[in-house]
């Protein structure tokens, strides 16, 4: 029976380092949800795309939350380039 709860604890301990790591790296749920709510503006941001192309990057990036995290952290002067190499599959 203690191989089943020291078992049971390390999976426990295990997944919360899972966790903390996801949160470190990604954030917690609510700035996701915040950055969420800030694609449509800070895309519309971005000095050189047409508005096909700010309305597929912002689809693109709401269907995929690593991106988008990613897409926040790009420096303005390499965003333009950074969101047609994405639009293009080639980030």
Excluded: H, P, Y
């Excluded at 999976?11 to 969420?36: C, D, P, Q, Y």
């Excluded at 694609?39 to 690593?66: P, S």
């Amino acid at each position: 029976m203690n191989s089943l709860k020291e078992s049971a604890e390390i999976i426990g301990a295990e997944i919360r380092e899972a966790s903390n790591t996801f949160n470190r790296v990604f954030g917690t749920k609510s700035n996701r949800e915040e950055l969420w709510n800030n694609l449509f503006a800070e895309m519309n941001k971005v000095a050189g795309l047409t508005t096909r192309e700010c309305d597929k990057a912002v689809c693109k990036l709401a269907q995929n939350e690593e991106l988008m995290v990613v897409f926040f952290k790009v420096d303005e002067d390499r965003k333009l380039g950074w969101v047609k190499n994405m639009l293009e599959d080639t980030v």
